[in-house]
């Protein structure tokens, strides 16, 4: 294989998503080396369904049918939190576990971030709210309006944080804050 074509960078497709038992969001972004392009976001409205046996098997079919649909090389989800409700935490355990499923039966790959990386990766803040989160990323995708699904945004983060950690050792840099993240990050600061 030559040099240049060693060069052309690869388009891969990623999804991400941010699991939930009642509200599951998802985001499909194509990249190109360094570029990004939103394809799809939008959530599953699970709270309709009565038992969690058949929210589960409701999200193994929607993942599935979105891997389906856009055929992702890689799988990016947002590892849940520990709370104080022991019952929500194990719900939602299933939840990622199905979606994980969905994903492993099609042998895709599977990258888990923290809610606190997410953030930190798309705004420079980890302690970033949802609304901040969404709000950059109708800066760095473009977007008309401020999106209003904040599971959706949330699952597109962690797709756009793949994004920009995949192939690279999991470090801040040098020093945290904004000017750091500004150095490290020149393409993705408008002017």
Known sequence: MSKELEKVPKEKIILGIDPGTNVMGYGVILTEG?????????????????????????IFERITGIIEEFLPDSVALEAPFF????????????????????????????????PKKVKQSVTGNGNASKEQVAAMLQTLFTLNELPKMLDATDALAVA?????????????????????????NPGRVKK
């Open 83 to 114: 709370g104080v409700n022991v019952q929500s935490m194990l719900k939602l355990g299933r939840a990622q576990g199905v979606a994980m499923a969905a994903a492993l039966a099609r042998d895709i790959p599977i990258t888990e971030y923290s």
């Open 34 to 58: 360094k570029k990004y392009k939103l394809l799809q976001y939008g959530v599953i409205h699970l709270k309709k369904y009565g038992s969690h046996e058949l929210k589960l098997k409701k």
């Open 160 to 184: 756009l944080c793949h994004h920009f950690h995949e192939g690279r050792i999991q470090s801040r840099g040098r020093s945290a804050g904004w000017k750091s993240f500004i150095e490290e």
